[in-house]
C-alpha cells in the first residue's frame, strides 16, 4: 500500500481519524505528532495565506483592465 497521510485526533484515549479511510486490522501505521510550535506556524502560514489571496484578489479583480501583448514595452 502506499504512504497515504491521514489527519486525526487524539480523544484521550484513543487516535481518531477526522476521515472514513479503509484499514485492514494490523496494519502497520506510523504517528507523527506536530509540536505547539509546528501548529502555530501552520496558522501563521495559514493568516499569510489568505493576505496574499485577499491582496492578489484586488490586484486581478474583475474592474481591472485587460492588457495585451501591444501594452508590453521591450
Request: hydrophobic fraction near 40%.
Amino acid at each position: 500500500m502506499p504512504a497515504v497521510l491521514l489527519k486525526a485526533h487524539y480523544d484521550g484515549k484513543h487516535i481518531v481519524l477526522d476521515e472514513p479511510f479503509e484499514l485492514p486490522p494490523g496494519t502497520p501505521l506510523t504517528v507523527l505528532v506536530p509540536s505547539s510550535a509546528a501548529a502555530e506556524l501552520d496558522s501563521e502560514r495559514a493568516q499569510w495565506t489568505a493576505l496574499s489571496l485577499q491582496s492578489l484578489a484586488g490586484a486581478y479583480g474583475d474592474d481591472e483592465p485587460e492588457y495585451t501583448a501591444a501594452d508590453l514595452r521591450p
